[in-house]
């Protein structure tokens, strides 16, 4: 069943209950109604039955009985009885009266008491005169009332039948105004494809939850669109940086291929296949590593280490590829407590993303001083790694961690763009924050934040 038919059916039965039950509700009280002030009449015709039974007067007998008749109204098979009462359990009977016998007991214990059978009512009071006392019935048919409960039981069936119709087309109205935003949402998706992803879905007017879905989707229209550019220039540029280096040693091998040569030129040309063999095997390890941090981060967080000896071991590796490089490592700030110090962790990963950072402050400020601090509290692990190099144009930074992007003033350094990327990826997977704050020709600083409570969680996850 489609929402709509479900929402007019469910707002019919709830319209259908609730009209069913106010009918039932308001047909009681009126029912209740009638029944109390018929009771109170005939309360007060016992009270003159009484009356007049007890007067020996004749001219005050005469007056009651006048004012019965012209000063209250007629009731339907009206009649009245008195009977002595004789004793605490025992009274007069009249045949003419086919009550049952816990009518009279109620009445003789409590004084007054009553019972309905076809709209007939059967009041009953005792009453004491002289030290005698009587027990006055009067019965009398509420015809009025019976006739005012069908008129009202007419009325109640007559407008929860046109209450119903209404809540029908009501039903379908609210029916459509809340799945029309969902349809039109709905065929504004369909048209939206890979190949158009800069389509957006018209904004909602209000807050409500319709206006709130049209902003998660187009929010994730945006991550999409990003993704796929993020993607294909990810595809083109590393079918370029490893379609270069094989065509350069197809090319290299073929043009040796093509007669003999002398030891000099075979040993020339197998240096410069070894060189873009070297760089394409350096490239995909790249790839390989890139990639390897796309996984699931949780999976991968095995160990647990401290971050000033994986410093420390980022420094040796530079050492190595740089002898003359000019890192200072500050860990003046450091808390005596080791376990502030600590982190779950992919050691290599996490190894190699700091590398990458530290070695490009070396590689961009030409071997100039990189100062790299650590600092540690119960809440956060910082590092600061700051160079004084050839610093990042603003417009650059929004594209700093995308796959093979390199910069104007970049581009004259070696390297394929997948450095930073890969050390946010990492950072990321370590539930970590990297933040760049940097000025063309002053330098750079990286600042890489990792917090007590989301590395807690880290660790109950591995």
Avoid at 313 to 324: G, M, Q, R, V, Y
Wanted: proline share 3%; with cysteine.
């Amino acid at each position: 069943m489609q929402i709509r038919k479900k929402i007019t059916v469910t707002y019919i039965a709830l319209s259908c209950l609730s009209t069913l039950l106010l009918s039932v509700v308001v047909f009681f009280l009126f029912k209740q109604n009638n029944e109390y002030y018929f009771l109170k009449r005939l309360q007060d015709r016992a009270k003159i039955a009484s009356s007049i039974y007890y007067q020996n007067d004749l001219r005050k007998t005469r007056y009651f009985k006048e004012f019965k008749k012209e000063g209250l109204e007629e009731l339907v098979e009206e009649k009245d009885f008195v009977l002595k009462v004789n004793g605490e359990n025992t009274f007069e009977y009249n045949t003419d009266l086919h009550l049952p016998p816990e009518f009279y007991a109620s009445v003789m214990k409590t004084g007054s008491s009553w019972i309905e059978e076809n709209y007939s009512y059967y009041y009953g009071q005792i009453f004491k005169e002289s030290g005698q006392k009587y027990m006055v019935i009067v019965t009398a048919k509420d015809r009025r009332g019976y006739t005012s409960a069908i008129y009202m039981v007419q009325i109640l069936v007559l407008g929860g039948a046109g209450f119903l119709i209404l809540a029908f087309f009501f039903g379908r109205l609210l029916a459509r105004r809340v799945i029309d935003p969902m349809a039109r949402i709905t065929k504004e998706v369909k048209r939206i494809s890979a190949s158009n992803l800069h389509n957006r879905l018209a904004d909602a007017e209000g807050n409500d939850e319709i206006s709130d879905l049209t902003k998660t989707f187009n929010d994730m229209l945006d991550r999409l669109e990003t993704s796929f550019e993020i993607q294909a220039n990810f595809i083109n540029n590393a079918s370029h940086e490893l379609k270069t280096p094989i065509t350069t040693i197809i090319a290299e091998t073929e043009i040796m291929l093509l007669k003999e040569r002398e030891v000099e030129e075979y040993v020339g040309s197998l240096e410069n296949i070894n060189r873009q063999a070297t760089k394409l095997g350096n490239l995909t390890e790249s790839l390989l590593k890139l990639t390897q941090t796309g996984y699931d981060g949780t999976k991968q967080v095995l160990d647990i280490a401290r971050i000033d000896e994986l410093l420390l071991e980022a420094k040796a590796s530079i050492d190595t590829l740089f002898p003359n490089n000019r890192v200072n490592i500050k860990l003046n700030a450091i808390p005596e407590d080791e376990s502030l110090l600590t982190i779950p962790c992919n050691r290599p990963l996490l190894e190699l993303a700091l590398n990458n950072i530290i070695s490009n402050g070396v590689k961009y400020s030409d071997n100039d001083e990189v100062f790299v601090t650590l600092s540690a509290d119960k809440s956060k692990i910082k590092i600061a790694i700051t160079d004084i190099g050839i610093g990042i144009p603003p417009e650059d930074i929004p594209y700093l961690y995308e796959p093979f992007f390199r910069g104007k003033i970049a581009s004259k350094y070696n390297g394929y763009g997948l450095g930073l990327p890969l050390a946010m990826k990492i950072i990321r997977m370590h539930n970590g924050e990297l933040h760049i704050q940097s000025e063309t020709g002053k330098g750079t600083v990286v600042n890489i934040t990792f917090h007590k409570t989301n590395i807690r969680n880290s660790n109950v996850k591995s």
